[in-house]
């Protein structure tokens, strides 16, 4: 049986729409794609790193490194558009929170969880002193964003998951 797995990774691929619409038409009937994908992009974490990567100083350079609009990344948006490759769709969303240990020693805990994801081509494109003035000006914002309780970030995090079969709407109408 053929089995498709991706998990967090699909929001980085650039047209992962029509990959997922090829996947769809083009495995054998009866496979199965299971996929999760943030739906994060209008978090507060987000909204604020475009914020910063707008301001003049980072505009030409690091704004454009930013993912664009999800186009429809919501749970009803991936079982249309799998349900129109012919599958039998069972698709869902969910928020969930973390609770990110926040020491007053170190970054604010957002901001370390988002080094290691969507400030990674950001890191990449800055010299050390762009670097270090574009995540203290991001970690003001994210520490009103997300204050510490309690010595801990609450970080509310949305994620769309949909389990999808080939072939299944065919079979269906014969
Ligand atoms: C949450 S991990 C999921 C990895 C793996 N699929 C799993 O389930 O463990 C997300 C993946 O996206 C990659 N990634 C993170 N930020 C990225 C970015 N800005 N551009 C491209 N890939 C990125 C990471 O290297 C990692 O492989």
Redesign the pocket.
Do not use: H, I, K, Q
């Given at each position: 049986m053929d089995v498709v797995i991706?998990?967090?990774?699909l929001q980085?691929v650039p047209g992962h729409r029509e990959l997922l619409t090829r996947w769809a038409r083009e495995l054998p009937a009866g496979a199965w794609l299971a996929v999760q994908v943030p739906g994060n992009f209008d978090a507060p974490s987000h909204r604020a790193l475009r914020e910063v990567a707008d301001r003049p100083a980072w505009r030409a350079d690091v704004a454009p490194l930013l993912r664009r609009p999800p186009a429809d990344d919501t749970a009803v948006g991936y079982a249309g558009l799998l349900t129109g490759a012919g599958c039998a769709v069972d698709a869902w969303e969910t928020t969930y929170v973390h609770l990110l240990p926040a020491r007053v020693d170190a970054d604010h805990p957002v901001l370390s969880w988002l080094e290691?994801?969507?400030l990674?081509?950001v890191r990449a494109a800055l010299d050390a002193a762009g670097w270090a003035d574009f995540r203290a000006e991001l970690g003001v914002r994210l520490a009103e964003a997300y204050p510490v309780r309690h010595a801990q970030v609450h970080f509310p995090f949305r994620r769309v998951f949909f389990v999808a079969r080939t072939g299944a709407r065919a079979e269906e109408n014969q």
């Open positions: 991706s998990n967090a990774v980085w290691g994801t969507a990674r081509p």
